[in-house]
């Protein structure tokens, strides 16, 4: 099919978010694992792997994705050799393997955009293909894992299972064991028959069925099935036979090397699948996405570390739920916000003798209500929280790809994982902090050469380290390589202009750090794909700034640099400093507040017919935060106004308000896609009285107000 | 409202579904919205005005706790503004950018109109610009403008559909 064709799928809007976070799950722990494949791999990662590959294959089959399930059948082909250790991972396989997985996240992509990317996956099952060619034939005979072994299906029969996975099937091989002490072991081998021909579709069988069906079943029987049903199921279903001492299922790849084997002697074994065969392979049991048991610890474990044992359930909760839940307290706290208003002015009308007992009565419930509330935010608040692993995860891959276009070693460490931050912030972290990455090994770590000469290491180290500090997150991007040269640094800001050479020569080295967030400034000696041209640190910067997060470097020439993102735990909700201007009320963040003070106190001078405010031996511009955001009607209010200082990275701006309403909590809300971001506000929040207030986009508007300024 | 002439022309092109619709009126016309679109009707309440918005943005109001803007209608289709009265309603209508509100002067029913019923628009003159209109349904005692809500709301389409074939 041709690109930009639409394409049909089997599934309606439920499966396609439950295809949609199943597929995102199994492509980032492939994004992972595969880049630790490489090498030696432990052979849990590898049967990782093939797990991951093979719920794709499924998941993608089941709702008729040819291509998808094609390419997934291809690499779960060359994931099954190595898993059987009769194809070594090499970095050629690794590669080939990768090639794939980007193409399986645009195939997956279709799905949602119903259209076709135009992916051609045929060169890509051809390579796959390919390694196993070379692959040395019958390496299975050392040390292939006992299933491998025994007598080969015949073709027929193999075909036969081909035309199932084809259909959305998954193929398990069963082995049943049942207890020595049975007295009736052909009858078990009978109702174990019926119970597995209930749920799937036999392909082959030992004993053969004339003989299990004439009640000649000993104690073992084997078989390897197609269906629709997860192993769960098959496994519930066979252990309701009496007597079934040991029982395995396990996934299998359908070549023409699956074999089957029934274990010769009746084995006393306990009762249960060993891990292997406990696969998360098929989709989540029948229900909604919402409430899927996560299985603990296969959301893929980082940086070549053993598999993590986490063993405290956990439950995934849709998105929106949680957004709803914390929409609610978030009205919730409005209303104790409320209440204890309406409590003050009750204790100030009501100091009756008579109605003192009842006074004291709601003001007991308004501090219960109060307390409730502040807890029941909390844990919303937590439970909105996600590991910053997550976006570790894809960063190995990411380092891989960088240093082999650069022709650079490096090695990259992360600390910190376990690192919790609000959902909302991890959606906007991971830009930023591969960029500064990306740079960090483009720009950063020297090639081999450089390094050997230098005498370091030829490989070089970043180090990625995630840990909260009071209500903030940071992450530390941290190289052992050349540093930043501030000499260039200078220069160059020159050479384009941003600075005058006066300017640069008498800043201070630190001073000159901070220039590489100018805009319109690449270091790079050539202009790479890797990272840009120049348009990179200052929209960093600004981004950052725009979730009130800051961003800071270090850098000694020759040591390396560092640099240090600093976040606010959630963007649900922030501290701000409540005025009101024209009737409208607005929310300034606290953190880009320095001082607020009344007309009548603040130093203001005009200075060329500007208003300027004079504070703590510094000058500020004085503007009407109004007027400054567009709101062009004349105030009414009467009396002194007040004056809030704000800043943004070196800059502070004066506003001029007409009251301040006091600090507070609010839950900040977006103003929807039609209104967009607009320059100055970034979002509403509902107020005591139900009206909304507009929250204040500092950066923003402290940085149009300064430019401003400078020009006039 | 005088009934207006009706090119012959147009008349076969009519749909032969059914159009369920929720009718209001701005100024003294009729327009009716695809009774699918519209979420809910609530009364005139609290709205915050955005500085610096386009001038038919009425601003954002506060819907049960969801932050929804509000359009005023009769700016956004180029007619008088007119003081709020008892009758005026918000109509809460979902749209690709959300929930958004359009202020109109009143609702004042909810029917099904044939689809035979219903005309091109372009023949028809009418109150408001024709891009805002779907067709224009002659009814038994007056003429109802079926309005088109991606013609009156702010379209980022054609965004959306660019960042789309980004990610692609």
């Known amino acids: ?712 | 409202m005088a009934a207006r002439p009706i090119d012959p022309a147009v008349e076969n092109q009519a749909t032969t579904t059914e159009e369920h619709v929720v009718i209001f009126r701005l100024a003294d016309e009729f327009y009716a919205l695809d009774i699918q679109a519209v979420q809910e009707i609530v009364r005139m309440q609290a709205i915050t005005a955005i500085p610096g918005s386009d001038p038919w943005v009425e601003g954002i109001t506060n819907l049960r706790g969801r932050v929804v803007p509000v359009i005023d209608l009769r700016r956004r289709c180029g007619i008088f503004a007119s003081e709020h009265t008892p009758e005026t309603r918000i109509v809460v209508v979902s749209s690709a950018s959300g929930m958004v509100g359009l202020i109109v002067d009143a609702v004042s029913e909810v029917m099904r109109i044939p689809g035979e019923q219903v005309e091109q628009p372009s023949s028809i003159v009418s109150g408001i610009d024709n891009a805002y209109l779907r067709g224009i349904a002659k009814l038994e005692d007056r003429l109802v403008s079926l309005v088109d809500l991606s013609g009156v709301l702010p379209s980022d389409e054609t965004m959306y559909e660019m960042t789309e074939a980004q990610a692609a």
């Open chain 1, 1 to 712: 099919m041709a690109k930009g064709q639409p394409l049909t799928f089997d599934l309606d809007d439920e499966d396609l978010k439950l295809f949609n976070e199943e597929a995102e799950e199994q492509l980032e722990l492939l994004d992972t694992a595969l880049v630790q494949l490489e090498g030696e791999p432990d052979p849990d990662l590898v049967q990782r792997i093939f797990r991951a590959a093979h719920t794709l294959k499924g998941s993608s089959a089941t709702i008729g994705h040819r291509k998808m399930a094609s390419l997934t059948h291809a690499m779960e082909t060359v994931l099954d050799a190595v898993r059987q250790d009769r194809l070594r991972p090499s970095s050629a396989v690794v590669d080939a393997l990768l090639a794939g997985l980007d193409a399986l996240r645009i195939l997956a992509h279709e799905v949602v955009t119903r259209v076709d990317a135009g992916v051609d996956a045929e060169p890509l099952e051809h390579a796959l293909h390919g390694l196993l060619q070379e692959a040395p034939p019958g390496g299975a005979t050392v040390d292939a894992p006992p299933a491998a072994a025994g007598a080969a299906l015949p073709a027929n029969v193999v075909e036969a299972l081909l035309a199932e996975v084809d259909e959305g099937r998954a193929v398990f091989r069963v082995h049943v064991g049942i207890d020595a002490n049975c007295q009736l072991p052909g009858i078990r081998c009978f109702q174990l028959l019926q119970e597995i021909e209930a749920l799937a579709t036999i392909g082959h069988l030992v004993p053969e069925r004339e003989v299990i069906e004439a009640g000649g079943g000993e104690f073992s029987m084997a078989a390897v099935v197609a269906t629709m049903a997860h192993d769960e199921q098959l496994k519930a279903a066979l252990e309701s036979v009496a007597d079934v001492a040991s029982l395995t299922i396990e996934s299998v790849t359908v070549d023409a090397t699956l074999a089957i084997e029934v274990p010769a002697a009746p084995q006393a074994a306990p009762a249960v699948a060993p891990a292997g065969a406990k696969a998360l392979d098929a989709p989540a049991p029948g229900g909604r996405p919402q409430l899927t048991v996560v299985e603990p610890g296969e959301s893929g474990a980082t940086n070549g570390s053993a598999p993590r044992k986490t063993t405290s359930a956990s439950v995934r909760i849709d998105v929106e739920r949680l957004d709803g839940l914390m929409n609610l307290v978030g009205e919730l706290v409005i209303d104790r916000t409320r209440l204890q208003q309406i409590k003050d002015h009750l204790s100030t009308v009501l100091k009756d003798a008579n109605l003192a007992e009842l006074t004291e009565n709601f003001e007991e419930t308004t501090a219960h209500l109060a307390r409730i509330t502040d807890e029941l935010q909390e844990e919303i608040m937590r439970s909105r929280m996600l590991p910053v692993r997550s976006v570790l995860t894809r960063l190995p891959r990411l380092v891989r790809d960088v240093a082999a276009k650069c022709g650079k070693k490096v090695e990259l460490l992360t600390a910190g994982e376990e690192t919790e931050l609000d959902r909302s912030v991890i959606e906007e972290i991971s830009d930023p902090l591969v960029h500064i990455l990306r740079n960090a090994v483009d720009h950063g770590i020297e090639t081999p050469e450089e390094r050997r000469a230098a005498g370091k290491p030829e490989t070089g180290t970043v180090t990625v380290t995630a840990w909260n500090q009071e209500t903030y997150i940071y992450l530390s991007i941290q190289d052992d390589g050349r540093g930043i040269d501030t000499r260039r640094l200078r220069d160059k800001a020159v050479e384009r202009g941003l600075v005058t050479r006066e300017m640069a020569d008498a800043a201070s080295d630190e001073a000159v750090l901070q220039y590489i967030f100018l805009p319109g400034l690449s270091l790079a000696k050539k202009i790479t794909d890797v990272s840009g041209r120049g348009v990179g640190m200052d929209i960093v910067r600004t981004n950052i700034e725009r979730l009130n997060g800051q961003v800071s470097i270090r850098s000694t020439a020759g040591k390396g640099s560092e640099f240090i993102i600093q976040l606010p735990l959630t963007l649900a909700t922030t501290k701000a400093l409540m005025v009101m201007s024209n009737d409208t009320v607005y929310a300034i963040p606290l953190v880009s507040v320095t001082e607020a003070l009344s007309e009548v106190e603040a130093d203001l001078h005009p200075i060329a017919g500007r208003t300027t405010l004079r504070l703590r031996g510094r000058l500020l511009p004085v503007v009407d935060l109004a007027r400054a955001l567009g709101d062009y009607r004349t105030s009414e209010h009467q009396g002194p106004r007040f004056v809030v200082a704000a800043k943004h990275s070196d800059r502070q701006v004066a506003f001029l308000v007409d009251r301040l309403l006091g600090e507070q909590d609010v839950v900040v809300k977006s103003l929807g896609d039609m209104l967009g971001n607009r320059k100055g506000i970034t979002g509403a929040t509902i107020l005591g009285d139900g009206t909304l207030g507009l929250i204040i986009d500092t950066a923003s508007l402290v940085a149009a107000t300064a430019a401003l300024q400078a020009i006039a």
